[in-house]
């Protein structure tokens, strides 16, 4: 197994074969480091370590923000690249939903490697939010896909945009303090 030592100073952790003379996070020596015994096993570390799930909800939340910026661009200067813009808009209200459902996926993963169950109340606020985040996409599909373009039409969809985004964000927040959790479970 690995060998994994600590940062006393700011709680980094990293194999000691890759430490170097100062502490990568905070700058410290290495002489501030301790030897760190996880407390769940190496193949789980790694498929935490992956963070599949943030980095998947950053496309969909990447995704929203570009329908969100070009639909303002859209209706401050309606004539400046309309037919690109609109397409774009488009193409990317096409591949949101797919984004989103990728997200939630690796969550349910992510929390099932972590915690062991998807249940608890934070995990079902976040599926709850995750589920509202993928209905709005799927609005948004709908809307841009079967309705003509208009000014009318361009403000739903900034609204819908800033609602997507909204819920994809309060679930990055809820998420950002679990990143650091686990189940201390060996296997
Ligand atoms: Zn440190």
Redesign the pocket.
Known sequence: MTKLVR?K????VIEEGKLGEV??????PRS?FEEFTPLVSEKRRKLMELNSHPIILHFALGFILFILLLTVISLIFPTFYATEIYATIKVLSFTLPFAVILAMLTGIFDANTRFKKITTPRLKKKIIFGSAFLVDSFILLFVTYFIPKSTVLLIVVLILSLIGEMFGGINGFLGSSLMCSRVPNGT
């Not at 100073?9 to 980094?12: I, K, Q, R, V």
């Not at 502490?23 to 410290?28: F, H, I, N, T």
């Open positions: 940062c100073n700011c709680n980094f502490c990568p996070a905070c700058g410290v501030a």
